[in-house]
């Protein structure tokens, strides 16, 4: 049993310091040099990351404090990447929960926590921005207090060390008025609180592999917990899948981290986070054991998906135009590339061979996912984001999840007419500081599909959302679509400013002049409910009289930028979205216009 060894996993809410307070961490330990230019908000290692500003990988570090090393585990913070959280769960020993000094503890601090409980893990609660000038620490301990209680802590567990900090400046303490000028406080509640990893290094060999990762040079790497025995460079082990069956295999090189740096050596024993490499084909949950004694571990079990959508090739008109990968074949190897690494996608064959279901927590996770295979050069049609039912003593259950919403109370009003066409029943609301109300909804999970644009609509922008799942129920009655039909291109061409003036008085538009527009291709919402077959390559027709600068005058409206998330939004169930490596269109799954119409006929199917 390793004393000097700290394997902990950092939980929280999105935006609430996590990656933060990595990098202080690591500042701090000795990582860098005095004098080194850092990122900031260095674990975050994908452009996507970077620019939607959240975690979308669990990732591993190390820190060292005094003769400890402290293996580190970043986990998202939203909702839909609760696959890497529950995860990263499994290798480590306890947890650091953060919760924010202004905010408190929010749908997903409910969710982590909630995992960490049910796993024993001991916690470590960190108010974190206590130097906010809105920060209110003292109540926001009481509702953290009150959310164990909630979940059902026990006695120990409901006995939690409490630290204040502020990450961004790199200062925690015991009370939020009195800071010490680093980390140490933290660094020690660590080394106190969270217990050594129970290890046997004596008993055979038993490691699990909980994360992978890739290396240009060594190919597919294995992160794994070893709970039992050593593993040694070039050993002979035996290798336990999913299913059951073993293979015996040869380790290549073994690796622990060290700071950043993953660092070779020629053993690993008990209680550490070990990576392997050289298993090329190697699955997540899968045990690597002792040859003479093979014994595998329990699987990793996490929660089930909760929304779905298909993923196919690209069938408009404008297909091949602007990737390179478009072809069934390379969609469904890509997708099961997918599903190696993160468990909590599920891809499902469908009737069609060039078309694939794919399942995971929510929108964000699946929308990623295509952002993901945009950026490789591939054109995909992606479809309208459904909820999954499943069969519950022959009544059909639906998820539903937790809302929360912050909104000024002028807009109060408008929250509740939104949320109640979405069959939203309210679960709780208290008034806050400085003219806000905070309410929360327990909601079917089709009722959130495209509220985050409608409430940021009613809301000017201000309103604050969240959400988390929370339990499967009986499916609820039926949720409307929006209101607004579409504005349908009945033609392919060249988007014309004369024709996008005339039809800006219809609705708002996504299409600018000379954009290429073709048969059934969305360019816009309409004002009125149904949808409108319109011309936007419509020309002015010069005479003598009138001269081509004409135009030049004229000053159209800027077209509503669509991102793939505002169009998975924003489509209706005849509507799909073309994503491409340059472009993101809306169009009707049926581009003609008179198949359509017959489609649209009672005793028709399209």
Known sequence: MPNELRNVAIIAHVDHGKTTLVDKLLRQSGAFRENQAIEDRIMDSMDLEREKGITILAKNTSVFFENYKINLVDTPGHADFGGEVERALFMVDGVLMLVDAAEGPLPQTRFVLRKALERKLPVIVVINKVDRPDSRPSEVLDEILGLFIELGADEDQIEFPVIYASAKQGVAGLAADQLEQDLTPLFRAIIETIPAPLALPDAPLQAQVTNLDASPYLGRLAICRVFAGSLKRGASVTRIHIDGTQTRIRLGELFITHYLERVAVDEVAAGELAIVAGLEDVNIGETIADSEAPSALPPLTIEEPAISMTIGVNTSPLAGKEGKKLTARLISSRLAQETIGNVAIKVVPTERNDTFEVQGRGELALAVLIELMRREGFELTVSKPKALTMQVDGQTFEPFELLEVDVPDEYFGSLTQIVSMRRATLDSMHQMASGWMRASYLIPSRGLLGIRSELLSATRGSAIIHHTFEKWGPVVGEIKPRSQGSLVSDRTGVAMTYALLNLQERGELFVSPQDQVYEGMVIGINARPGDMDVNPTK????????????????????????????????????????????????????????????????????
């Open 539 to 606: 020309e002015k027709k010069l005479t003598n009289v009138r001269s081509s600068t004409a135009d030049e005058l004229v000053r159209l409206v800027p077209p509503i930028p669509l991102t793939l998330e505002s169009a998975l939004e924003l489509i209706t169930d005849d509507e799909c979205v073309e994503v491409t490596p340059t472009q993101v269109r809306v169009r009707k799954v049926i581009l003609e216009g008179a198949a359509r119409a017959k489609a649209r006929r009672p005793g028709q199917s399209s």
